[in-house]
């Protein structure tokens, strides 16, 4: 049984604070730390295989930082450290976001031909103005040498999704300081920044984004991780995306679970498709939103030809592009149809919007077996704000649950709140009892394990609109997207939602789908039913 609290935590912010929180576009900036001074740092890619060298581009109001590298895995290890590395200020555009800082590189180092695959810590430390100490965290992959692995699980990092979060220098894909009154989001983000505080680490008491807390009737929704965020200087997005949020924590559980498993990034599927190969099982989870054609296209080939690919994952909703050999990415979203030039000459499936308008013709459920337009809130605002926090189960015989003892209608993962805070779903009818897909876009042969209700709208008679942060906008985007319009009666069709867990076999190979960001929250917090049916998972797809 779950004991919730029934009060919101205090983090010492006025009402005025809290709004602002919630409301207001703050984010990471170079100078933004006044007199004490900073350091700020960024490596020029994602991932590395052993042996390759690094650029590290540093600017610091200090002359000279000391850097530590550790890999961040169930057990970290300390790699690499170097003392005196000279540095300097170094002059940023205003739109760094959208067009990278242009540093130059402060220092170089190789990657080890020892250093095993996985997630890199980068902190540098320098010494303030005040005399104290100034720090960054960066975080870097190494990823696996090509060949054949058996036994061995590849983690595909969701870095798509943390590029379109990254609130460092001001834009992202969700608000930003482009446009004619620097207020609109940017279509296009950087690589070539730092990452904003809170993707790289975070302290454990860090609020998740699903509400831990128990609402009396008739309260007004609050969102503790964006007062959290206010509060102590993290970037307002920490919690949506990031390896400290999302991907840590299932490379961590893999480790002490004993898988042999490695990392990659995204830019790996998408530039490199053939690192998926040596592998039987390949694993996608957290906040897993942005996707590029090819990446699909990679993972699509790999099932048909006889892998396994096990997604633990929520919100697969729109397809980006990458520019500049993979330095920027392109998403448009809900701007698309009215700015992404590929509109007016290009190869239109390339669209940079969700996945089911019509003229991608690609549905996520043709790759991963879920829609985003067919999921979304759950657990957080106004959307289900106290809902059922796990998944509840309609088909506890399935291989999946073996060994949990769960039940018909028991609900996997309420006591770790698995389920939200963006989830994908199918349209689906009950019959005898049973879930089965209605959806034109599900693939043969899927079978409907869990399902749990989630909203696309923020909808109470109780809710005053001043208290709505979600509203209905992703409801009528939603609704535009399937049914033409976002008129009332196209948002009333796709309001009431779902997240599923889901499993399909396609060619020669099988897709498990639980479709929701924060399975991993199962695995932080040591459930040990989620634990036991993502080994199931794991197990049956290396085939042991």
């Not at 540098?124 to 190494?142: K, M, N, Q, Y």
């Not at 009431?496 to 498990?512: D, L, S």
Request: hydrophobic share 35%; aromatic share 12%; proline share 6%.
């Amino acid at each position: 049984m779950v004991h919730l609290p029934t009060e919101f935590p205090d983090f010492g912010l006025t009402p005025e604070q809290r709004r602002e929180a919630v409301r207001g576009h703050y984010y990471e900036w170079p100078g933004m730390d006044g007199g004490r001074g900073e350091i700020w740092c960024y490596t020029d890619r994602f991932s590395y295989p052993a042996g390759d060298k690094v650029l590290l581009h540093v600017s610091s109001t200090a002359p000279d930082f000391s850097m530590e590298i550790v890999r961040d895995g169930a057990a970290e290890k300390k790699v690499f450290e170097a003392k005196g590395i000279a540095a300097r200020w170094q002059d940023t555009p205003d739109q760094c976001s959208a067009e990278g800082c242009g540093w130059e590189a402060a220092f170089e180092f190789r990657i080890g031909e020892d250093w095993p695959s996985g997630a890199y810590r980068v902190t540098l430390t320098a010494e303030g103005r005040d005399g104290g100490p100034i720090r960054c965290h960066h975080l870097f992959i190494v990823a696996p040498q090509p060949g054949r692995k058996p036994g061995r699980i590849l983690q595909v990092a969701a870095t798509g999704t943390w590029l379109a979060y990254n609130t460092w220098g001001g834009s992202n894909h969700y608000q930003g300081i482009t446009g004619p009154n620097r207020d609109q989001y940017s279509p296009l983000v950087s690589t070539q920044r730092p990452w904003c505080r809170g993707f790289v680490v975070l302290p454990p008491e860090a609020p998740r984004v699903p509400l831990e807390v128990a609402m009396p009737p008739n309260t007004a929704p609050r969102y503790p991780h964006m007062e959290w965020a206010y509060a102590t200087g993290h970037s307002k997005k920490y919690a949506s995306a990031g390896w400290a949020s999302y991907d840590g924590h299932f490379f961590r559980f893999a480790e002490r679970a004993g898988y042999e498993i490695d990392l990659a990034s995204q830019h790996e599927l998408h530039f490199s498709p053939e690192i998926l190969a040596g592998y039987d099982c390949v694993v996608f989870v957290g906040h897993d939103e942005y996707w590029t054609w090819d990446m699909r296209d990679a993972v699509d080939a790999y099932v048909e030809n006889g892998g396994h690919a096990a997604r633990f994952a929520g919100n697969f909703m729109w397809q980006t592009r990458l520019e500049d050999e993979g330095r920027r990415q392109v998403c448009y979203k809900y701007r698309a149809r009215a700015e992404d030039p590929v509109y007016g000459q290009g190869d239109i499936r390339r669209a940079t919007t969700s996945w089911e308008a019509g003229e991608i013709g690609r549905p996520g459920a043709a790759t991963f077996g879920l829609n985003a337009t067919r999921g979304l809130y759950a657990g957080w605002g106004g959307c289900a704000p106290r809902g059922a926090r796990g998944f509840p189960i309609y088909r506890p015989e399935h291989w999946a649950f073996a060994g949990t003892g769960l039940y018909y209608g028991d609900v996997l993962g309420a006591e770790s709140h698995i389920f939200g805070y963006e989830v994908d779903g199918l349209e689906h009818e009950i019959r005898g009892g049973l879930p089965y897909a209605t959806d034109r876009d599900a693939p043969e042969g899927l079978q409907i394990l869990a399902a749990g209700m989630a909203s696309q709208v923020e909808e109470s008679a109780d809710m005053a609109a001043e208290d709505q942060f979600l509203g209905d906008e992703d409801g009528r985007f939603s609704a535009e997207i399937l049914y033409g319009t976002a008129s009332d009666a196209n948002l009333d069709k796709v309001k009431r939602a779902n997240g599923m867990i889901v499993n399909f076999p396609r060619g020669k190979g099988e897709v498990f789908h639980a479709g929701s960001c924060e399975w991993v929250a199962g695995l932080l917090r040591r459930d040990a039913m989620v634990e036991q049916v993502t080994t199931n998972v794991l197990d049956r797809f290396l085939r042991r």
